[in-house]
């Protein structure tokens, strides 16, 4: 069942999990990975119960989380390629 839209800058990074997480209200976390996102994941589910929210598009040009994580990995190529990063 799904409990909320919400916007990345909202989810906090959990090393531990190496997840973005929000909390869910069952007490546990709300979870989704950066290669999720990257895959074109818009649902970050809690593992202890059926809620999911789900993530806003990005951005006032209003991307999928797809086209976001395409983006990144072209931008992290160039530098890599063009400046040695």
């Not at 976390?29 to 202890?48: N, Y």
């Not at 983006?71 to 040695?84: P, T």
């Amino acid at each position: 069942m799904s409990y909320d839209d919400v916007e990345i800058e909202d989810m906090e990074w959990n090393e531990e999990l190496q997840s973005y997480t929000y909390p869910c209200p069952c007490g546990d976390l709300f979870q989704i990975t950066k290669d999720d996102l990257r895959l074109g994941e818009e649902i970050a589910r809690c593992p202890s119960c059926s809620l999911y929210i789900t993530l806003d598009r990005i951005g006032r040009f209003q991307m999928t989380w797809a086209e976001y994580g395409r983006k990144m990995a072209e931008e992290v190529f160039f530098k890599e390629v063009l400046y040695g990063l």
